[in-house]
């Protein structure tokens, strides 16, 4: 069975940092691509960042040069560690996996708030 479990989420000033990491199991990183997503009050879910099969990380623009994806393939954990964060990063943030490619995740996590205040 397949689990993403994400935890580090909470509230955190403007300009402050967060790191949220995404524990899984019942399968490797080597077939799935892994990624965040994150979904704001009143808004559309939308892509943060991912990392392929081969090992690339993508960032939507909003958050690059502030958001670092890695993950742990030992501990089978991926994290998205969040620097300079501000207000309109406030969300509700998951964690996702997708066989293959990556575009409409296959398995998903609960689920983390984020909350960034002025």
């Known amino acids: 069975e397949v689990r993403l479990v994400e935890s580090g989420g909470g509230l955190v000033q403007a300009g402050g940092s967060l790191r949220l990491s995404c524990a899984a199991s019942g399968f490797t990183f080597d077939d799935y691509a892994i990624g965040w997503f994150r979904q704001a009050p009143g808004k559309e879910r939308e892509g943060v960042s991912c990392?392929?099969?081969?090992?690339?990380?993508y960032y939507a623009d909003s958050v690059k040069g502030r958001f670092t994806i890695s993950s742990d393939n030992a501990k089978n954990t991926f994290y998205l560690q969040m620097n300079s964060l501000k207000p309109y990063d406030t969300a509700v943030y998951y964690c996702a996996a997708e066989f293959g490619g990556w575009g409409t995740p296959d398995y998903w996590g609960q689920g983390t708030q984020v909350t960034g205040s002025s």
């Open positions: 990392i392929t099969t081969d090992g690339i990380p």
